[in-house]
């Protein structure tokens, strides 16, 4: 693919989605596709399929739908659709991802428990049991997989493992992790299984995908609280038309998401892409540490995906200088998104590599000013 006539990034995004991708991702966005081409249709297709590869073994119950818009849109599909008049939802919260599936849950009409941990603590797995025990109404439960909020990847082998003893269709939000951490739908009994293009995967921003148990998608029909995010119905098309979206695809965006996995295969899977990450970070943290910075979450919460570190000790750091700073050097990263600590974070996903992180605390250090 021809990608000399692109310009070089100015800097390089260590933010988890959008992030950064390669000049071949990109490329593939240069030419123009009809949404009902069979040529289309069958790159499509082909996403589908590729995606229920990389959704663990066994996953021939299982099928991918697409749906426009950002990963929220699929998250409201997910919960307008799946959750019928008097259905039940309970959220396990430990972020602001957690807490936007009670907020859109509310706002759809759903009775909906929020069981919350706070910001730095993992999903409570003994008060989701409490709660199934006590309350046979409830019909679903969500989690977020890795919480982008802090960095906490949350044991969703405990949830799942209770989820399924109480017969309960199971919501994963796994946005931020699917395509970067290892995760078999089938052996977790995850129902709906959430992700979108421009984070893992390494696409770029404009659709998301939802990997469904056929069964639990089969229940949806006539659930939904919205037209254009009707998963059932959105499915139905893409199904019976051969890779027809119902409404206008993003179709160049399409096109690159078929390239970034094409990428991901030839770059070993998501066991390789994984292990690059977690360089990535390890490379991260090690190299803030050496020069005082300390991480938010202890290591044996922390996903490889995105890091968490408290502000220096000074009254002179601010973050808008050392983003600004950052920035002029080739680095853009995160603010914070928690209220009970002072933090930055620094993501670890996207077309990045441990010579990355180097140069980026390389670039702190030269950059001090408190
Ligand atoms: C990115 C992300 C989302 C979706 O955010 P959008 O801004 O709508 O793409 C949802 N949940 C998690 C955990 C995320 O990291």
């Known amino acids: ?19 950064s991708t390669t000049k071949t991702v990109k490329a593939a966005m240069l030419r123009d596709w009809c949404t009902w081409d069979d040529e289309y249709n069958k790159i499509v297709q082909g996403i589908r399929e590729r995606l229920m590869q990389l959704a663990g073994e066994n996953t021939e119950a299982y099928t991918a739908v697409l749906m426009q818009g950002s990963g929220t849109f699929c998250v409201e599909s997910v919960i307008g659709s799946a959750l019928p008049q008097t259905g039940k939802l309970l959220v396990l919260i430990n972020g602001a991802y957690g807490q936007r599936i009670v907020q859109m849950a509310r706002i759809l009409g759903i009775e909906t428990i929020a069981v919350d941990s706070g910001e730095i603590t993992p999903v409570d797995v003994e008060r989701l049991e409490e709660y199934l025990r006590q309350d046979p109404l409830i019909t679903h439960v969500a989690v977020v997989h890795t919480e982008t909020t802090t960095g906490m990847l949350n044991p969703v082998e405990e949830v799942a493992r209770i989820v399924k003893v109480y017969g309960k269709r199971f919501i994963v939000d796994a946005m931020s992790s699917f395509g970067g951490i290892t995760i078999d739908v089938s052996r977790l009994g995850v129902d709906f299984l959430i992700s979108s293009a421009n984070k893992c995967i390494q696409g770029v921003p404009g659709f998301g ?23 059932y119905d959105q499915w139905k098309v893409m199904e019976e038309q051969n890779g027809k979206w119902r409404f206008t695809s993003p179709t160049h965006v399409v096109r690159a998401f078929d390239q970034a996995l094409r990428e991901l295969e030839a770059e ?14 390890k490379a991260l943290v090690e190299g803030m540490e050496q020069i005082g910075f300390c991480t938010l979450l202890d290591k044996q919460s922390q996903s490889p995906i995105i890091t968490s570190f408290y502000y220096p000790d000074s009254p002179m750091f601010t973050f808008e200088e050392f ?25 670890s996903i996207g077309d990045v590599y441990p010579e990355d992180m180097e140069r980026l605390v390389e670039s702190v250090k030269r950059n001090r000013f408190w």
Do not use: W
Not at 1 to 19: E, Q
Not at 324 to 347: H, M, Q
């Open 323 to 347: 983003y600004g700073r950052l920035k002029a050097s080739g680095f853009v990263i995160y603010p914070g998104k928690i209220t009970v600590a002072d933090t930055f974070r620094v993501g």
């Open 268 to 281: 070993g899977g998501i066991e390789r892409r994984e292990a690059r990450y977690r360089s990535n970070q």
């Open 1 to 19: 693919m021809k990608t000399d006539i692109l310009p070089d990034n100015p800097y390089v995004l260590l933010t988890p989605g959008p992030l």
């Open 209 to 231: 995908f939802v990997i469904a148990h056929r069964d639990a998608l089969a229940e949806c029909e006539g659930r939904a609280r919205s037209l254009s995010l009707d998963l």
